[in-house]
């Protein structure tokens, strides 16, 4: 009988040990600057109510026809969908778990993300995003201070320039009075839109403005602009949040075509965008959502949050040269078997008290052999071998280690050794004789 061998789900990646590294220092970078900030983990289900996307993203963005991965729970009925986005599952935990009683939410979550779209660089099935949501707070300082986070999210990866584009998208009446004129204007030029213009015209005329087609911009660029719609209020809100931006020493420019395909956005709108990656190239997108914590059955109260691509962040890290490169272990013990493979053990147990990463080697084979799978690509970059060859009395094996530094102190298995200094990015070699 011949062997199928399986193949993961198309846009569906696995991450392999080699790049367990760069998706780490991602994420440990960017929630080290979090916590900074006061932001604490929240984590929500992969599952949710179908409604609770259908509500809050708006049934008719392109994620809710087109995308989602939605089913009917054979049990019980239930309509339940993959989420295509976290924003609505977090303002859901909070709304179920009443934790906007009385209190602000500074909160961070990382995981997998589900759309159904034609996969590419940057662009999967599962994809995974980092993000945070603050709630229950009015702005625009917050708006602000969420951009000054991620500009040093930014500084601390070593990811170089990455351009920030801003926009508002007002009030509600505001957006209407824009929305009306938007219909009017298109519908006048009915003969330059393309199919997708047409199906949006009358359900979401706002995601025109963002059409890649480049047939249509000339169109596009002429259309009426929400800036120019704006009340006192948001013109107001718009630039304080200004202000306090350019007082960071942060460079933005005003994108006027910059707007948002999901229905519970208002105000602040913002992208993080790098020339690197091409037309895959914004990397982070956030702003404000004040009618969504109502929309999905909390009392009314505002947000602001943003959510940057892990993997378009990490195409980015690999662009600029910023992958970090590790060992496996730090330290490889070599035996000859028999006793020595018992103190070898014990040894490695003592040193990892130590906090020193260690491995040993499995089963018993020649000492040529084991110097080969230490020097192996597994263990790249050459991680110290530690030797424990026959011994006059292999229950007390004696230990020579060299470091870099000159002091060598000897040391008897299984007594635990002295504490080890900090690791150094050098690579150290131990010999035991």
């Given at each position: ?6 193949a993961g789900v ?25 916590e900074?900030?006061g932001?604490?983990e ?6 949710e109510n ?9 049934e008719v ?8 991965y939605?089913f009917?729970d ?7 969908t993959?989420?295509p ?9 909070v709304?179920?778990?009443?934790l906007l ?5 500074r ?24 993000g ?8 625009p ?10 500009a040093?999210i ?12 801003l926009?508002t ?9 824009h929305r ?11 003969d330059?839109l393309?199919e ?8 979401n ?8 087609n ?14 120019d ?7 107001a ?7 306090l ?6 460079e ?23 020339d ?12 404000r ?8 059955g ?13 993997e378009?962040?990490i ?5 600029c040269?910023?992958?970090?490169v ?30 020193v990463r260690v ?15 230490a020097?192996?690509?597994?263990s ?24 870099p ?5 000897p ?13 150094s990015?050098r690579?150290h070699?131990?010999?035991l004789?």
């Amino acid at each position: 009988m011949s062997k199928e061998k399986f193949a993961g789900v198309k846009g569906m990646n696995d991450m392999l040990p080699a790049d367990a590294a760069v998706w780490q220092t991602l994420q440990q970078t960017a929630v080290g600057v979090l916590e900074r900030y006061g932001y604490q983990e929240i984590r929500t289900p992969i599952l949710e109510n179908t409604k609770v996307f259908t509500r809050g993203v708006g049934e008719v963005t392109d994620i809710v026809e087109k995308e989602m991965y939605s089913f009917t729970d054979s049990m019980n009925g239930d309509q339940l969908t993959l989420r295509p986005e976290c924003t609505s599952a977090v303002v859901r935990s909070v709304n179920e778990h009443s934790l906007l009683y009385g209190a602000t939410q500074r909160l961070w979550y990382c995981g997998p993300m589900f759309r159904h779209e034609r996969p590419q660089r940057g662009r999967y099935r599962q994809f995974h995003q980092l993000g945070a949501e603050a709630l229950g707070m009015e702005g625009p300082d917050i708006d602000a201070e969420m951009i000054m986070m991620l500009a040093r999210i930014w500084k601390e990866l070593g990811v170089g320039d990455v351009r920030l584009e801003l926009n508002t998208l007002g009030a509600l009446p505001e957006r209407q009075a824009h929305r009306e004129a938007l219909i009017k204007y298109f519908e006048g030029n009915q003969d330059v839109l393309d199919e997708d213009a047409r199906r949006r015209l009358y359900t979401n005329p706002l995601r025109i403005l963002d059409t890649k087609n480049p047939e249509m911009q000339e169109l596009v660029n002429a259309a009426p602009r929400l800036l120019d719609f704006l009340g006192e209020e948001s013109r107001a809100f718009l630039a304080r949040m200004e202000q306090l931006v350019s007082a960071a020493g942060i460079e933005y420019v005003i994108n006027p075509r910059l707007v948002r395909g999901l229905d519970y956005y208002n105000h602040t709108v913002f992208e993080w965008i790098t020339d690197k990656l091409g037309a895959q190239g914004t990397i982070c997108g956030g702003g404000r959502y004040d009618p969504l914590i109502e929309m999905l059955g909390g009392r009314p109260a505002p947000g602001v949050g943003f959510a940057m691509g892990m993997e378009r962040v990490i195409e980015l890290m690999r662009e600029c040269g910023r992958v970090p490169v590790r060992t496996q272990t730090d330290v490889y013990v070599i035996h000859s078997g028999g006793d020595t493979q018992v103190q070898a053990m014990l040894l490695a147990e003592a040193l990892r008290d130590a906090g020193v990463r260690v491995m040993v080697h499995p089963g018993k084979s020649g000492f040529k052999s084991q110097m080969k799978k230490a020097d192996a690509p597994a263990s790249r970059s050459s991680p110290p071998r530690t030797s424990l060859p026959p011994a006059r009395s292999p229950s007390r094996p004696f230990a020579r280690a060299r470091s870099p530094t000159p002091s060598r102190r000897p040391c008897r298995s299984p007594a635990p050794p002295r504490p080890l200094p900090p690791r150094s990015p050098r690579n150290h070699s131990i010999e035991l004789t």
